[in-house]
């Protein structure tokens, strides 16, 4: 029941704050048939093993991302689409050969940038100091990055330093590879951003021109969790007191209420009136229990595209991403969780999740 009163209650925010006039532009076409492997009207999971032969988990997660961008630019050409984890995704793998390598060209012309978290420095774990990121991970990460910017992406990172001193190195490693670097000192390994950085106490490379485009951006602010803002304005009056050049938050003040265009409006201008931009974060990979589309009634397989829980984490459920019943919840219809992002007034999305590809891989 709870549930369906968040569905409801997303639902008439965004009929509040703009969706009217999207609406007005035209019916939208029905998306993901083109992933349906079964064909029109059959049942694309098939039984057993038989389904997952049938499936290029790699490639099904890049034809979700390309359906994705098609979908939101629609509705603003401008929109930006950020990818976060999955970067081995930019290059292909042959199949008869998997030493040979080649740039997914195709698919990162559908993205504007890609998130790299903990390229060089990983969360911190439990029981251990040291968060510096292994060298033949990091170099790895770091060729895949390369590839990435020289295709035109603008590369993120998100970095975990256990004090000032890896911050700083931080700062200066991913500044010097022309990377774009958020550090999350003290930040959890469960990736929870609650709050805006004390150090550095002003955003890195600190940036008074307006942001229209990935092109200009200089910092970012990675902040998901509004648990510790009492009302939206309470966030709204705390970001526009910063100056970062993109924002990074979840659709949901603190998980419930979908943030109103009024406070997504109000996130876009830095402390010294410049525009920057506000970008939503939205899992693609895995179904999580406590957002708007979660059903009560909802278990392992059923619906059919939904998989085991992910370790460490009951609430959250790998899912089969390929079949039509998820792609229809992030996008395809006025009613999607994408269609939603863009008509709350958001300049983009940050895409996660991209990993659960190698969970039906076997990696």
Not at 33 to 57: H, I, K
Not at 256 to 261: G, S
């Amino acid at each position: 029941m709870k549930h369906a009163i968040l569905n409801a209650a997303f639902v008439a925010v965004l009929l509040m704050g703009g969706a009217t006039e999207l609406l007005a532009q035209g019916t939208v076409r029905q998306q993901g048939e083109d992933v349906d492997l079964g064909g029109p009207g059959q049942n694309s999971q098939g039984t057993g093993s038989q389904a997952q032969e049938a499936v290029d988990p790699a490639q099904a997660m890049r034809d979700l991302v390309r359906d994705i961008s098609k979908y939101a630019r629609k509705f603003n050409r401008n929109f930006s689409i950020v990818t976060q984890g999955g970067i081995e995704l930019l290059e292909k793998i042959d199949a008869i050969d998997t030493s040979r390598r080649s740039p997914a060209g195709t698919y990162m012309r559908t993205l504007d940038g890609v998130n790299i978290q903990g390229l060089n420095f990983h969360p911190p774990v439990e029981g251990k100091a040291e968060t510096v990121t292994d060298k033949k991970v990091r170099a790895n990460l770091v060729r895949l990055a390369d590839l990435g910017k020289r295709r035109g992406l603008k590369i993120f990172v998100t970095d975990f330093g256990a004090n000032a001193k890896s911050v700083q190195e931080s700062i200066k490693v991913n500044q010097a590879k022309g990377f774009v670097t958020f550090a999350a000192k003290g930040a959890g390994s469960n990736y929870i951003f609650d709050s805006i950085p004390k150090f550095p106490q002003r955003p890195i490379s600190e940036n008074p021109k307006n942001i229209v485009g990935l092109g200009g951006v200089k910092n970012f602010l990675y902040l998901t969790d509004s648990s510790q803002f009492d009302r939206q304005q309470d966030l709204v009056l705390a970001l526009s007191n910063t100056n970062f050049d993109v924002i990074i938050t979840d659709v949901f003040h603190k998980g419930r209420r979908p943030f109103v265009k009024a406070a997504i409006q109000g996130m876009k201008f830095k402390k010294l009136g410049a525009r920057r931009l506000v970008f939503a974060y939205m899992n693609i990979g895995a179904a999580e229990s406590f957002r708007y589309y979660w059903k009560d009634n909802w278990r392992e397989g059923s619906p059919n595209f939904l998989s085991g829980p992910t370790p460490g984490n009951p609430d959250k459920y790998n899912v089969q991403y390929w079949q039509p019943g998820w792609r229809k919840i992030i996008t395809g219809n006025t009613k999607s969780y994408l269609y939603g992002i863009v008509a709350q007034g958001f300049d983009g999305v940050v895409l996660d999740g991209l990993d659960s590809y190698k969970f039906f891989e076997g990696g």
